[in-house]
């Protein structure tokens, strides 16, 4: 069940976005503060489960069920919000290192992957994650259409793209395309890098 503390959302430096209004940065982390309250109580309904609802549990329907299924939600909302604002705000619009060594390796140059990554937050209605496996050693790109579906177990999350609505529509209504163009001259890629070194030491 877990006993964890309390989580207080991170506090990020809003600094501005190059074509990304603080209106819309501002309202954006009010939602992830939303997750983080969320989950508190989420947690806090754990702990009050009692051997009745241990016995009662069910996959149709029952307590157990739908509070774990609401932490898993509520969990990879404060996760992958977390991820996505801190690789966000970037000075160069184009990777190097060792990031840049493997995306050509695992998609054949910088531009097929960049084609490919625009093209999954076009697919996908929550989320894309280029992520790194240890299983095979080589990045990955998956996406989510929910915080807690489309996951894959084991895998290190590198680069976090929000492509849900509300991470875009103040500043580019429904015009998702232009958004997609904005985050890729956005990226941090020092966080990159410095999230692969933690994992990859060659």
Not at 101 to 120: N, P
Not at 149 to 172: C, K, N, R, S
């Amino acid at each position: 069940m877990g006993m964890a503390k309390e989580r207080v959302p991170r506090k990020f430096r809003l600094r501005r976005i190059k074509d990304l209004s603080m209106n819309q940065l501002v309202q954006h982390y009010a939602l992830y503060k939303g997750y983080i309250k969320k989950m508190n109580e989420i947690r806090q309904d754990m702990r009050g489960l009692t051997k009745e609802d241990f016995a009662a549990a069910n996959n149709t329907y029952s307590k157990v069920r739908c509070i774990k299924q609401a932490e898993t939600y509520a969990v990879n909302g404060v996760k992958l919000h977390e991820l996505y604002f801190e690789n966000l705000g970037g000075a160069d619009t184009k990777p190097g290192g060792k990031i840049l060594q493997l995306i050509k390796r695992d998609f054949g140059s910088y531009e097929r992957w960049k084609d490919f990554f625009k093209a999954c937050g076009k697919a996908s209605r929550g989320w894309v994650i280029m992520a790194y496996d240890p299983f095979d050693s080589h990045l990955h790109l998956y996406t989510g259409d929910r915080h807690n579906q489309g996951g894959v177990w084991q895998v290190i999350p590198l680069l976090v793209l929000d492509v849900y609505e509300h991470a875009y529509m103040i500043d580019f209504g429904i015009n998702r395309a232009k958004y997609l163009d904005v985050f890729m001259e956005n990226i941090d890629w020092d966080v990159v890098n410095k999230r692969l070194a933690l994992y990859v030491y060659d």
